[in-house]
């Protein structure tokens, strides 16, 4: 049960991300300009890294392409969020993001939770 809770997780707060980046019109200056949506990305980044963190743990069979990238990542941005910049949490979220969600709905398609 506990490996669909992360999978879950995952999905729902990368829904989040999406309507945030509907929000900005997919456009990185008015992200930039919005601290509201800068602060809720990197959150969303941080929930992504742990659920991600504890669905290796559940099941160390399930196998995500960046894993050991998307714990850093929350890693950086919990320990160290000075060091961040808006472009990068930008370029993983618009490049990176889409994948990972194909990524999950793949492995949520081809087990029986």
Do not use: C
Not at 5 to 11: G, P, R, V
Not at 19 to 37: G, L, R
Not at 68 to 88: F, K, M, P, Q
Request: aromatic share 6%; net charge negative.
């Amino acid at each position: 049960m506990k490996p669909l809770k992360y999978i879950l997780d995952i999905e729902s707060v990368i829904a989040e991300m999406e309507h945030i980046v509907s929000i900005v019109d997919a456009d990185f200056t008015k992200f930039e300009k919005d601290p509201v949506a800068i602060r809720a990305i990197e959150r969303h980044f941080e929930i992504i890294g742990e659920a991600t963190r504890k669905l290796m743990l559940a099941d160390p069979n399930i196998k995500l392409q960046h894993a050991t990238g998307i714990i850093g990542l929350r890693n950086l941005i919990a320990h160290s969020y000075d060091t961040v910049d808006n472009e990068t949490l930008w370029g993983i979220l618009i490049n990176h993001v889409p994948k990972l969600k194909e990524e999950i709905a793949q492995i949520k398609a081809s087990r029986s939770f």
